[in-house]
């Protein structure tokens, strides 16, 4: 039999419960056993008085075992500990450092004080996880802080800081010193009183500010189940008695758990630990990236610049010339002044960020740059060009990287006389906001320089996706199929209003027509001109977009794309110009336009995304299956709660989906 993960400890009449579950100190069914012998041998004991929980290691609980959430629950369960807990004469302190997450936090609501260290988070994440708490978190937190902010709190899942606890009553003290120390003495000050957040009444919120937070809640969460049950769940704390409200939030969390949503959502948490996991990287060494430099000053080139600053790494941007630089940086700082004026930064921190950016005009001044991302125009020749000037004055050992979105970076690397240290990192638009980073490692990238990449993402707290090269690499490859099926369904006879309809109410966070107006038709324009010449003749090509591009409609900068934008316009409206244009395309492609159902527009442009993405596995252009639903929810907009594509795709009918992928060759 194996050691309890939770030992018990004497310090004079205060028994210290440890919590050792490496490497989180997850909640596992053996830990609640030993937290329920814990609490019974202190009952027991008439030595000793009072009781401090504290973890092991780097952490206090993260949460419960994520892991168990997807089968029946082995008793004993967090529930039972909450109520041994709170059955026990004495009192007991929780002593909270790292993270206390969900089942973990719950577990500190349900002693009578909580001492934090000054790095300690507390935060009720569940909702993230497509559930509601389980073990009274929606019953305990809103007598702490009250209703609303219970509910801003539950719905993000955003981890609250020690100061901000200590200020919303969700800690009662933080500790400066040693916090075992700190909490020991806590629980002695408590004379042996119990003092249970259940027994104290809910704080009496005004009623517009429960109703502000509960709409912020639901705009934010998009009403999503486990957002509205979390809801419901806070705002019972204040109308039912304390038993049944917290029944009745146990039955909504057992059933929530149990969702598809849920699972998928699981499914995406233990994805992003895997993509962590990077084979042939074992033993490489990382290099220190102190400086960064960015090649290109247009949108992607600043927004990456501002990723650079934001993490606290100083940054060199270059354009051709002043005036680009000057356009650039002033770029940067409207997106510092939004985050201001929108209270996300203080002017002090922005002002700190805004100077870690240097303008240049001269590829010189990267000589001493450890990282440098090209973001120039996407076009093969110009990039070629770049890369063999800036093989010239980088420094040895410092990495190059393209932030190329299509293009092979195996011939940018070439370009160059250190091919091992050219990589691909491929951010996102607006690249402060959005978290996907796929870094792509070409043929000759040296174990060191991707090792280095990723560590390099990671403090831009971006979640970085490994691809290898191929046009498109992971994301675009499979929006590009994604994007084709769409528009073939146009050319049939369905209008891109309702394409877009369809998939958004799949999910997407907006329609590809809607999307393609919003990133501009050009990219994917020159994309196609240069594919023209090896484009296998049989294919069925839908030249619609072409003829809008032919027609200066580029999306919504022009004004008109798929969509037109009347001035001030906040959507896009259905063009009868671009109708016409349709209806034309398809009569000069010989279809009888017909009428296609909501249906048949989603199972074709999802067979159409699994098809590709099991192409982009079978040819290894990415690592797992789980890399790729990253992908495609983090920087594509498919939804969260369905997965990814091969998520969903293992949830379907296999032989429907065969079918469906049959019919599309
Ligand atoms: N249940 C099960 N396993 C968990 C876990 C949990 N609640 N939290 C973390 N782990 C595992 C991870 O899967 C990872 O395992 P691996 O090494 O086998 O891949 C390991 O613990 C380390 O986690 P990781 O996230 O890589 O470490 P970190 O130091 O970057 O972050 C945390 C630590 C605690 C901040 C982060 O793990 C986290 O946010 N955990 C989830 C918290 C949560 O949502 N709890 C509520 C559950 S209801």
């Known amino acids: 039999m194996s050691a309890s993960p939770v030992r018990l400890e004497r310090e004079g009449r205060v028994a210290v419960v440890v919590i050792d579950n490496p490497p989180v100190n997850a909640g596992s069914a053996a830990v609640r056993s030993g937290l329920?012998?814990?609490?019974?041998?202190?009952?027991?004991?008439?030595?000793?008085?009072?009781?401090?929980?504290?973890?092991?290691?780097?952490?206090?609980?993260?949460?419960?075992?994520?892991?168990?959430?997807?089968?029946?629950?082995?008793?004993p369960q967090l529930p039972a500990v909450l109520a041994a807990l709170a059955a026990c004469p004495k009192p007991f302190v929780a002593a909270l450092h790292g993270a206390a997450l969900g089942g973990g936090f719950e577990l500190a609501l349900g002693c009578d004080a909580r001492v934090a260290a000054m790095d300690a988070v507390v935060g009720l994440p569940e909702v993230t996880l497509g559930m509601i708490p389980g073990a009274g978190g929606t019953?305990?937190?809103?007598?702490?802080?009250?209703?609303?902010?219970?509910?801003?709190i539950a719905c993000s899942g955003r981890r609250v800081k020690a100061a901000e606890a200590l200020r919303l009553g969700l800690v009662d003290a933080v500790a400066e010193g040693d916090l075992r120390a700190a909490?020991?003495?806590?629980?002695?000050?408590?004379?042996?009183?119990?003092?249970?957040v259940s027994a104290l009444p809910v704080p009496a919120d005004p009623p517009e500010a429960v109703a502000d937070a509960e709409k912020a809640a639901l705009r934010a969460g998009k009403g999503r189940p486990p957002v509205v049950a979390a809801i419901a769940a806070i705002k019972e704390a204040a109308t039912?008695?304390?038993?049944?409200?917290?029944?009745?939030?146990?039955?909504?969390?057992?059933?929530?758990?149990?969702?598809?949503?849920?699972?998928?959502?699981?499914?995406?948490?233990?994805?992003?630990?895997e993509a962590a996991k990077v084979p042939g990287l074992e033993g490489a060494a990382e290099r220190?990236?102190?400086?960064?430099?960015?090649?290109?000053?247009?949108?992607?080139?600043?927004?990456?610049?501002?990723?650079?600053?934001?993490?606290?790494?100083?940054?060199?941007?270059?354009?051709?010339?002043?005036?680009?630089?000057?356009?650039?940086?002033?770029?940067?700082?409207?997106?510092?002044?939004?985050?201001?004026?929108?209270?996300?930064?203080?002017?002090?921190?922005?002002?700190?960020r805004l100077a870690r950016i240097h303008g240049a005009v001269d590829l010189a001044s990267l000589a001493d740059a450890d990282l440098v991302v090209e973001a120039i125009f996407e076009d093969m020749a110009l990039k070629e060009a770049m890369f063999a000037r800036l093989d010239a004055v980088a420094k040895p050992g410092a990495i190059l990287a393209t932030n190329t979105s299509y293009l092979d970076v195996d011939r940018i690397a070439a370009a160059t006389k250190r091919p091992q240290d050219v990589l691909g990192l491929h951010f996102f638009s607006p690249a402060p906001v959005m978290r996907l980073l796929e870094v792509v490692r070409a043929a000759k990238t040296s174990p060191g320089a991707l090792a280095t990449a990723l560590a390099v993402g990671r403090k831009l707290r971006k979640l970085c996706v490994v691809a290898k090269v191929g046009e498109g690499f992971i994301g675009n490859r499979l929006y590009a199929a994604y994007r084709r099926q769409c528009e073939l369904l146009v050319e049939e006879g369905a209008l891109p209003e309702e394409v877009d309809a369809a998939l958004e109410s799949f999910g997407f966070a907006m329609g590809p027509f809607a999307v393609a107006d919003m990133a501009g038709l050009d990219i994917a324009w020159r994309m196609r001109q240069r594919l023209a010449a090896t484009r296998d003749p049989r294919e069925r090509y839908c030249a619609i977009a072409d003829r809008l591009c032919e027609r200066g409609r580029l999306g919504r900068k022009t004004g008109a794309g798929w969509y037109r934008y009347p001035p001030g316009a906040r959507r896009g409206e259905p063009d009868p110009e671009v109708r016409a244009l349709i209806e034309a395309a398809s009569a000069a492609a010989g279809i009888a336009r017909r009428a296609i159902d909501p249906d048949e527009i989603r199972g074709r442009a999802l067979a159409t995304l699994v098809r590709e993405a099991e192409r982009v596995l079978a040819e290894g252009v990415a690592l797992r299956a789980s890399d790729v639903d990253l992908v495609l929810v983090n920087g594509y907009g498919f939804p969260k709660h369905e997965g990814g594509p091969l998520f969903w795709a293992s949830r379907q009918d296999r032989a429907r989906l065969d079918a469906a992928t049959a019919r599309l060759a």
């Not at 004379?191 to 249970?196: L, Q």
């Not at 960064?292 to 941007?317: E, Q, R, Y």
């Not at 002043?322 to 929108?342: F, T």
């Open 36 to 75: 329920l012998e814990a609490v019974a041998a202190v009952a027991a004991d008439p030595a000793l008085e009072a009781g401090v929980i504290i973890g092991a290691g780097g952490t206090f609980v993260a949460g419960s075992d994520i892991r168990e959430f997807g089968q029946p629950l082995a008793e």
């Open 139 to 152: 019953q305990h937190l809103p007598r702490l802080a009250g209703v609303a902010k219970a509910i801003e």
């Open 183 to 196: 909490a020991v003495a806590h629980a002695l000050a408590l004379g042996g009183r119990k003092r249970p």
């Open 240 to 273: 039912l008695p304390y038993g049944e409200a917290l029944a009745n939030e146990r039955r909504m969390f057992q059933a929530l758990r149990q969702s598809p949503e849920a699972a998928a959502l699981r499914h995406l948490f233990f994805a992003e630990r």
């Open 288 to 352: 220190p990236v102190g400086s960064a430099g960015v090649v290109g000053a247009g949108t992607m080139g600043s927004g990456i610049a501002t990723c650079f600053a934001d993490a606290g790494i100083a940054v060199t941007l270059i354009d051709q010339d002043e005036e680009a630089v000057a356009r650039g940086l002033a770029c940067v700082k409207q997106g510092y002044d939004a985050s201001v004026a929108a209270g996300r930064l203080d002017e002090a921190e922005a002002e700190r």
